[in-house]
């Protein structure tokens, strides 16, 4: 199809400038969400993320125990999400902790609230 015509009767230009409107005044969330969103897109990172949503704030070490994975597979997944501005760290002498930030709690915990939802619906069938 090389025409790029649309068979529609009627177009609302009042509709398409409001949304037009719209997708620009939000241009810098669609861009957060999106970065966030493809960097929990990775099962063990979202694992990740989800552990630090439920615990607060997790070291390598630990993370490395839980998910049963080396520190270094671990930590280039940490990151990986420290790069991209998903969490940040607290040092205690040689040990760091991580954790997300606040304004990214919002954004994944109700993907964090479905899954528990869906664990405690398998639980009672």
């Known amino acids: 199809m090389e025409n790029n015509t649309c068979i529609r009767v009627l177009a609302d230009p009042i509709q398409i400038k409001e949304c037009k409107a719209k997708i620009k005044a939000n241009e810098r969330s669609f861009e957060q969400l999106s970065g966030v969103l493809a960097l929990a897109g990775n099962d063990v990172r979202l694992k990740i993320l989800y552990l630090m949503d439920e615990e607060k704030e997790l070291c390598p070490c630990d993370m490395s125990d839980i998910l049963g994975m080396s520190i270094p597979a671990v930590s280039q997944h940490l990151r990986k999400l420290k ?33 528990n939802q869906m664990n405690l619906s398998s639980e009672k069938a």
Not at 85 to 111: C, D, M
Request: aromatic share 16%; charged share 25%.
């Open 83 to 115: 790069d991209g501005n998903v969490v940040e760290t607290r040092k205690v002498g040689q040990t760091i902790y991580y954790s997300l930030k606040a304004e990214h709690i919002k954004i994944l915990r109700p993907f964090f609230k479905y899954i």
